[in-house]
């Protein structure tokens, strides 16, 4: 056996101290308009806790998804499409699911704890939860996790109830080597897979409906071919999961938890 064995961390949830920082605008002066004000504060709490508020209409109506990226490192559009289409098919979001990409320069690290992230966020993201708008954010990495050990590689993080990164440079790499999935299947797995961290799976601001918690591994469900499944220690690859070169889906007790959250 000379193949280098890799094994692929989609899971990391990491939730990062929630720090008070409250912004609000006063009277611009402008003929006594007082700008909206925004709470950024509903966007730093615990992954899970917002799963209800994304998967129901009860409070928001629509969503925003906003993708900041470091240049050269977008997801594709059919990545983008297929998140939309996931997120379609489980959120009542009658008023629509749109999408902002920003491009920005790279911030020179060479590697990102998902702190450095939040820091990232709090200067640059622009979109918050606001009337009927819930907002959620994405960071598209241009370098790799301070988690990565050996041949143990994160490809993305949930780290607050809106918020996750991904990892785009080590999938990138792993994209481009022979007999790997390809980009579009692994941002597409990445990407929905820490969003169903947020949508509280599993068992994590979601109630279970069943008894489908790999509780060895944290956050995850113990249907094998299910998005949620935990890879990490499949001692492989993403083959376990992602057979025919195709997305895992959620598997109907995932989806019976997000139905019972106020999903579809
Ligand atoms: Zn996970
Ligand atoms: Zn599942």
Excluded at 124 to 149: C, G, H, M, P, T
Excluded at 192 to 203: A, C, I, M, R, Y
Excluded at 222 to 243: K, Q
């Amino acid at each position: 056996m000379t193949a280098k064995k890799i094994l692929w961390l989609l899971l990391l949830v990491v939730t990062v101290s929630t720090g008070v920082v409250s912004c609000s605008s006063d009277d611009n002066g402008n003929g006594g308009i007082t700008p909206p004000e925004i709470d950024e504060t509903l966007n730093r709490q615990t992954t899970g806790s917002s799963a209800r508020d994304l998967l129901s209409d009860e409070k928001y109506s629509r969503i925003v998804l906003e993708i900041l990226y470091v240049q050269g490192y977008e997801p594709n559009a059919a990545s983008v499409e297929n998140l939309k289409d996931f997120l379609g098919e489980r959120m009542h979001k009658p008023d629509g699911i749109d999408v902002e990409m920003t491009a920005i320069e790279s911030p020179g690290d060479t590697v990102y704890s998902v702190e450095r992230v939040a820091e990232i966020e709090r200067e640059l993201r622009a979109n918050y939860n606001y009337e009927d708008e819930i907002a959620v954010f994405v960071f598209f990495a241009d370098q790799k996790s301070d988690q990565d050990e050996g041949n143990k590689v994160v490809l993305g993080a949930a780290y607050w109830n809106t918020s996750f990164v991904i990892y785009e440079s080590t999938i990138q790499d792993i994209a481009a080597r022979t007999g790997t999935p390809s980009r579009t299947v692994l941002e597409s797995t990445v990407m929905q897979h820490e969003f169903g961290h947020l949508l509280g799976l599993v068992n994590f601001g979601t109630d279970l409906t069943s008894d489908h918690q790999d509780e060895d591994h944290g956050h995850h469900c113990d249907v094998e071919d299910c998005l949620m499944y935990y890879l990490a220690e499949s001692g492989g690859d993403l083959s376990n999961v992602i057979s025919g070169g195709s997305i895992p889906e959620l598997d109907p007790l995932c989806i019976a938890d997000l139905q019972a959250n106020g999903g579809k």
